[in-house]
């Protein structure tokens, strides 16, 4: 049965209810949202298996792609995402709050209802082509993946990478999925002109704990042998240690950043666990059920790097956090890179070879 109240952050589904294969444990309305349907556990569904919640796709008719951003500690000033949510459904995203400005929610919603974004790469074309237009790269998956799931049929992230190399406009890619090797072609081609970088970011080497926190994401091991894939085909990748979650995988630093200066990584990053709104409160719920011994350690050590809450919004310390125990991880990150011989800066990415090809409708020149 369905219980109807005023809209409030819902606790864990009932067992019955949990499904399988996704992160969250709960789907509340998103906080836009007057009311919200609870689902309660009336002793009927006891022996029910774990339901399967399939991926709803909606077509995104966007007139724009490209975003900008001009937030003082992230690397990029442009960005394009070409789905909103995430199959992935790693339950620490940061995007899941998002979900709400659609009237969805940030748990289940987030990564079952996938909007996608068909005319992206016409988008991206007629950007890149307007007058006075000043190239700078642009960011595929600063907020969702761009190699989720959906993009091995809607194949949408490799037509903006057709579009991009077609302009020799500067790009880069953070990703958790070793589908970005579908597209090895038009990287490398990128990367021979120097256009291209990718991230892939890997939070640890355990496949039990990867499995329940990015449940549909590539396999630890899948995500290192993409980096040894792209680096032997001389695409520069980077190792993205993110996020570092004290008391659960920041044990785990040294041997990832061995792991990916091994599998061939040249550059590597990290940023400590971000919780804003709603993200919060799935955490905690993820917590009670996977990690129930060691939630109230865990998140008292999260707190602990944002002065007592579980999240600070400022910037710089948003993205690396307070205090001693943020401080251990930054001197323990920054020690490992010099003993794996890891640069903590990338390369940039040129820009000079931008053009805006002519079209075959295009007046030819007298000369």
């Not at 990029?76 to 620490?92: A, K, L």
């Not at 037509?159 to 589908?179: D, M, N, Q």
């Not at 599998?263 to 804003?276: E, I, K, M, T």
């Amino acid at each position: 049965m369905n219980a109807i109240t005023p809209a409030r952050q819902s606790e864990a589904l009932p067992t019955p209810f949990q499904p399988s294969g996704r992160g969250a444990k709960s789907n509340a309305s998103g906080r836009f949202e007057r009311t919200t349907s609870q689902p309660v556990d009336d002793g009927w569904h006891s022996e029910a298996p774990p339901r399967q919640i399939k991926t709803t796709l909606i077509r995104d008719a966007a007139r724009s792609i490209i975003t900008s951003n001009d937030s003082p500690d992230i690397s990029f000033d442009q960005s394009v995402n070409p789905y909103r949510g995430c199959e992935h459904g790693c339950i620490y995203c940061f995007a899941r709050p998002t979900h709400a400005y659609w009237g969805y929610s940030a748990g289940l919603d987030f990564e079952s209802v996938i909007f996608f974004k068909p005319g992206a790469a016409e988008l991206l074309r007629k950007a890149f082509s307007k007058r006075g237009y000043a190239p700078r790269p642009v960011a595929l998956g600063s907020n969702t993946d761009p190699y989720q799931p959906v993009e091995r049929d809607l194949r949408i992230t490799r037509s903006i990478l057709e579009t991009c190399l077609a302009f020799r406009h500067p790009v880069s890619i953070i990703t958790k999925s070793a589908g970005v090797l579908r597209d090895l072609d038009l990287l490398s081609e990128l990367a021979a002109l120097g256009l291209a970088h990718v991230a892939i970011s890997v939070t640890t080497l355990d496949a039990k704990l990867a499995r329940t926190m990015e449940p549909r994401a590539s396999t630890p091991t899948r995500r290192l042998s993409a980096i040894t894939a792209l680096s032997e085909a001389g695409v520069p990748v980077s190792i993205f240690t993110s996020p570092m979650i004290p008391g659960l995988n920041d044990h785990e630093l040294e041997n990832l950043l061995g792991a990916g200066a091994k599998a061939g990584a040249d550059h590597a990053s990290y940023v400590l666990l971000r919780l804003p709104l709603e993200v919060e409160p799935l955490f905690r719920q993820w917590l009670s059920v996977e990690r129930p011994l060691s939630a109230k350690k865990i998140m008292g050590l999260i707190e602990s790097t944002r002065g007592g809450k579980a999240y600070d919004s400022r910037f710089h310390a948003r993205m690396r956090g307070e205090g001693p125990v943020a401080e251990l991880i930054r001197a323990r990150f920054e020690r490992a890179c010099r003993a794996n011989g890891l640069s903590r800066k990338v390369a940039p990415l040129r820009t000079d070879l931008f053009t805006v090809p002519e079209k075959d409708s295009d007046q030819l020149s007298l000369f």
